[in-house]
């Protein structure tokens, strides 16, 4: 398999979960993603304890909260479209998003 197939496989698990956007689903991303709760809770900017509590299901972040968890876990899944695709050029990589995003409705 070459190596382009494989972050192609990668990139489309990527983008399946963080579409179905859930819990479980932004937990596994991160853990996919290699991000530590710490680089996740920095970023969306809540303690490591509050984002522990929501990928453990025990409490529920807000719509705004859970939504820029997504952003923020969407933004390394951006790094990860860029080494497939050998460009930083934000305009490609937001097309590749658009197009593998309606394979996946």
């Known amino acids: 398999m070459s190596d382009n197939h494989y ?3 990668q990139v489309e698990g990527f983008i399946q979960l963080v ?8 937990t ?7 991000k530590t709760m710490e680089d996740i809770a920095d970023k ?13 299901g025990e409490k529920q972040p807000s719509n705004a909260y ?13 790094d990860a479209i860029s080494t497939l695709l050998g460009t930083e050029d934000t305009e490609l ?3 590749f998003w658009e197009i593998m995003w309606r394979l996946h409705e």
């Open 19 to 26: 579409k179905k956007g859930d819990y479980v689903s932004l």
């Open 66 to 78: 859970h939504a820029f968890w997504k952003l923020r876990l969407s933004d390394y899944v951006d």
């Open 7 to 9: 972050y192609m496989q």
């Open 28 to 34: 596994e991303l991160r853990q996919q993603l290699g």
């Open 93 to 95: 990589v937001n097309q």
């Open 44 to 56: 969306v900017g809540v303690s490591v304890h509050e984002l522990s509590s929501w990928e453990l």
